[in-house]
């Protein structure tokens, strides 16, 4: 079946420091999600890609739809406690009826 | 929160026993889908739903079925409860622009 792989799986942040994490796929996807969960409750959208090359940003947040539309990016600038969680991407590809394949998501930790 | 509860928020159960998890949504949309949520694994899809009583598997459905006799509810049972279906489970709700919103979850735990 469809796969995503996301990486890193953790990463312990630095308040202040940015971040990167990335979804890529040997399929080719025509939507890329961006989805935050914080402990004990659902996943919440950040951001929707529709289209290749596509760059969209939130707030700190900024995600790019890969040219091939087997990638996507993720970066939080400025990086706060809050900002700790676990951010997971997801993708759509043709013929799936709409449903998402999820990446098994990046946890982001403070640096102790 | 997209108009989404999910009922229980947390259950234990014993094996062997049925378990009925309940989704309700406030805002009409057609498709509806559940999750499980493990370590390592992220989210899979178990059965979703594109209308009342219209229903299809999704990746990890054994164990599990699902029923929709209304637009709003989405119910998915576990006709008898194993220890390997200890997990969270999310339902969602699809909008127009093939976004998903989820639940808060349900925590089961099977012993």
């Known amino acids: 079946g469809q796969q995503l792989n996301q990486s890193p799986q953790s990463m312990f942040i630095q308040e202040g420091e940015d971040v990167s994490m990335n979804c890529t796929s040997s399929?080719?996807?025509?939507?890329w999600l961006w989805y935050k969960q914080d402990p004990g409750e659902g996943p919440v959208l950040l951001i929707a890609l529709y289209k290749a090359g596509e760059l969209t940003s939130n707030g700190r947040l900024t995600a790019q739809f890969g040219i091939t539309r087997k990638d996507s990016f993720l970066n939080i600038s400025a990086s706060i406690p809050s900002d700790v969680g676990i951010y997971f991407c997801?993708?759509?590809?043709?013929?799936?009826?709409?449903?998402?394949?999820f990446g098994k998501g990046t946890k982001l930790s403070v640096k102790p | 929160d997209a108009g989404i509860t999910q009922s229980p928020r947390h259950k234990v159960t014993e094996t062997g026993t049925p378990v009925t998890l309940r989704c309700h949504q406030t805002e009409n949309h057609r498709y509806m889908y559940w999750y499980r949520q493990d370590p390592g694994h992220g989210l899979r899809l178990i059965h979703y739903?594109?209308?009342?009583?219209?229903?299809d598997k999704g990746e990890v459905s054994d164990g599990y079925s699902v029923s929709r006799s209304k637009t709003e509810d989405f119910l998915l049972t576990l006709e008898s409860a194993t220890s390997s279906q200890t997990s969270v489970y999310f339902c969602a709700i699809r909008t127009g622009r093939n976004i998903q919103y989820f639940g808060a979850g349900t925590r089961l735990s099977v012993l």
């Open positions: 399929s080719i996807f025509n939507t």
């Open positions: 997801a993708g759509r590809y043709g013929g799936s009826q709409g449903n998402l394949i």
């Open positions: 739903s594109y209308g009342v009583k219209d229903t």
